[in-house]
């Protein structure tokens, strides 16, 4: 991703957040309010050091993203723990569920995790209420570590904290 295809990832994430608003943890409402600069230094964010971005695009939309993976490493790193990277901003549309392009993004993240960020644990929150997306995790081989925390956005809800060890010759999926 380029800070050029900032449309595109305005209105992904538009639909991310109309689409999902607990997977995420800022309101649609603050996203739309960003400006043309906001959304060009985002983008351009997604290609920084530390940091992988897959996107899925859709070949009938001229620029339009129909799934999107992010993964960071995690700063700070936790003593004592193999380097660690976090997945975030995920998302499939809607008529690409059930398409196996989810499963596709996670193996190219996880991949990306283990080669690129060099790192050996990948975490991730998911919001207590996303049975959908908890399931998924599970079955890609990521476990909840007991730990929560409170989601940003309403902090009476909790975001259950999965992770998946890594290792450079496991496969992906």
């Known amino acids: 991703m380029a800070e050029g295809e900032w449309a595109a990832l305005r209105a992904v994430r538009l639909e991310m957040l109309a689409d999902t608003p607990t997977a995420y943890v800022e309101s649609l409402a603050s996203a739309r309010a960003q400006t043309e600069g906001q959304w060009r230094s985002r983008a351009a964010a997604m290609t920084a050091p ?10 009938s939309k001229a620029d339009a ?4 993976m992010r993964v960071v490493v995690k700063h700070p ?10 997945l975030i901003s995920v998302y499939v549309a809607g008529p690409y569920r059930g398409t196996g392009l989810a499963d596709e993004l996670l193996g190219r993240s996880v991949e990306a995790a283990t080669g690129e960020l060099d790192s050996g644990l990948l975490q991730l929150g998911v919001h207590e209420d996303n049975a959908r997306a908890l399931a998924f995790y599970t079955r890609h081989g990521f476990r909840d570590t007991g730990r929560r925390a409170a989601y940003a956005l309403d902090p009476g809800k909790k975001e259950f904290i999965m992770e998946r060890e890594l290792s450079p010759n496991e496969p992906s999926t």
């Not at 530390?50 to 070949?59: L, P």
């Not at 790193?77 to 976090?86: F, G, I, K, Y």
């Open 50 to 59: 530390g940091s992988v971005t897959f996107v899925a695009e859709d070949s």
């Open 77 to 86: 790193q936790e003593p004592a723990r193999p380097r660690q990277a976090m």
């Open 65 to 68: 993203f129909c799934g999107l």
